[in-house]
């Protein structure tokens, strides 16, 4: 955060140059986080005018609105925002404050919920906990909000994984768009794919890009939060979120954090969730025939070894893909997408891949945006833009030691070494005895 000094610097800056927008967007964000609302609420309008339609902007209002406890104001500003299918996550955070604040606590749980399934990292317990859960009644359920949203991202947008990418082509893509000769070969298209990896390697991005890349609707869940705060009401929202996939096929359903379902199943203290599993799995096999034609059901986990076999069988998650970290040229192939719309020096993006051995691409995308911090900070002392180099780059990544990718290996050592008689874990194994990746540094 700001002090006060960088903020009038900031504020100085503003008022010599009052059309660059990412300047006042960048004031109007630090009046919010240093708690100068009415100010904020000024920046952002000030900015509203440069860029009518930029949501982070209308978002910047409508926070600003909330805490000011103007909630009236803060939904007509969150409107187009919401009216837009896969909108923003943040945006319906702030919709259920200022539903709340309205006392509507049913639409605010809804909302909440769905901003929640979408972006974990949102959750919030003071919050959750003014939403009491609805009883259950007697009347039909209520339908979640249709949160199916228009992947913009294709298999061009993935870096690398060209092995993953040519087993969901398979699976996935090609029964749609040659059915013919699937048919000819007896097979049926659907049934799903668990993607597995250490965290940040791709899935939830290689998800969405087959959506994109099959022009199907794409709606993501994330399982932990379907457990945890849909208590009493879990089943009626899976069957919904199947019910809205359907409704939208050819849809990609994709499941985060499957795992969280698969390693409760053995606790059976836990009636409700085995019950759920049950149903999780009767919705996966399709409740009537064909009942999930044109949904392709796509999982992601950390830790695929809490999986039970129940979920591996024919017709459900009956194929595992390894995403695995990414090596130096797909490393370089990442950081080319992630900078492609800042504006850059002359790039040489193998010498930060070489750099970033262990690196997954959040870490990337990591390195990128404090990267773009910098630059934006050193941009509004000189009072001109300044291109990202590569050096800017070097610099946070040689500051950086991701750590995720080697504590994930060893774990998964640990859980695999001896239990690959099925074969089930092939594609992991070169990176367990240490034949792929780098022994040395990981
Ligand atoms: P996971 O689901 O495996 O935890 P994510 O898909 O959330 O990981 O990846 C985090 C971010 O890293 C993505 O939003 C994307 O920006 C970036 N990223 C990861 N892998 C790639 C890739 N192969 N190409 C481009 N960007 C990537």
């Known amino acids: 955060m700001l002090d006060d000094a960088g903020l009038h610097a900031l504020r100085e800056a503003a008022r010599l140059s009052p059309d660059n927008l990412p300047l006042r967007r960048h004031l109007a964000e630090q009046l919010l986080t240093k708690g100068y609302l009415a100010e904020a609420e000024a920046e952002f309008r000030a900015a509203l005018v440069l860029s009518p339609q930029d949501p982070d902007v209308i978002a910047g209002l409508a926070e600003a609105f909330v805490r000011q406890s103007a909630y009236g104001p803060a939904l007509s500003a969150l409107e187009p925002l919401l009216a837009a299918p896969g909108h923003a996550p943040r945006a319906g955070l702030l919709a ?65 994984m060209e092995a993953v990418k040519e087993a969901l082509r398979v699976k996935l893509l090609l029964p749609v768009q040659q059915p013919e000769l699937f048919a000819a070969f007896g097979k049926r298209a659907g049934g799903g794919v668990l993607l597995y990896g250490p965290p940040g390697a791709g899935k939830t991005h290689l998800a969405r ?39 939208n096929r050819p849809c990609v359903l994709f499941f985060d954090e499957v795992d969280a379902l698969a390693a409760r199943r053995s606790d059976m203290r836990q009636a409700h969730t085995r019950q759920l599993v049950n149903q999780f799995l009767a919705e996966l096999d399709g409740v009537e025939e064909n009942a999930n034609e044109g949904v392709l059901v796509l999982a992601a986990t950390n ?39 800042k504006p850059l020096a002359e790039m040489d993006y193998d010498a930060v891949a070489k750099v970033t051995d262990g690196f997954v691409g959040a870490d990337l995308k990591g390195v990128v945006d404090r990267a773009v911090e910098t630059k934006l900070r050193q941009s509004i002392s000189a009072g001109r833009p300044l291109p990202l180099t590569t050096h800017d780059l070097l610099a946070v990544a040689q500051g950086t030691k991701p750590t995720a990718v080697k504590e994930w290996l060893g774990t998964a050592r ?22 792929k990746g780098s022994r ?3």
């Open 96 to 160: 259920a404050r200022a539903l709340l604040g309205e006392g509507d606590v049913a639409g605010a749980a809804r909302r909440y919920h769905d901003a929640v399934s979408r972006d974990p990292s949102l959750a919030d317990p003071d919050l959750a906990a003014r939403l009491t859960p609805q009883p259950a009644t007697p009347h039909a359920p209520e339908t979640p909000p249709d949160n199916a949203e228009r992947s913009g991202v294709t298999f061009a947008d993935v870096a690398g």
């Open 303 to 341: 830790a695929p070894w809490y999986i039970d076999v129940a979920f591996r069988r024919p017709g459900r998650f009956d194929q595992m893909v390894f995403v695995p970290p990414p090596d130096a040229s797909a490393r370089a192939a990442i950081l080319r997408i992630l900078c492609r719309d």
């Open 209 to 247: 890009a087959a959506a994109g890349e099959l022009g199907a609707a794409f709606i993501s869940v994330g399982l932990a939060d379907i457990l945890d705060m849909y208590i009493g009401s879990s089943e009626r929202n899976l069957r919904a979120t199947f019910e809205m996939a359907r409704r």
């Open 440 to 442: 040395g540094r990981w």
């Open 414 to 435: 640990n859980y695999v070494l001896h239990a690959n008689d099925s074969g089930a874990w092939d594609e992991l194994m070169p990176w367990i005895d240490g034949k």
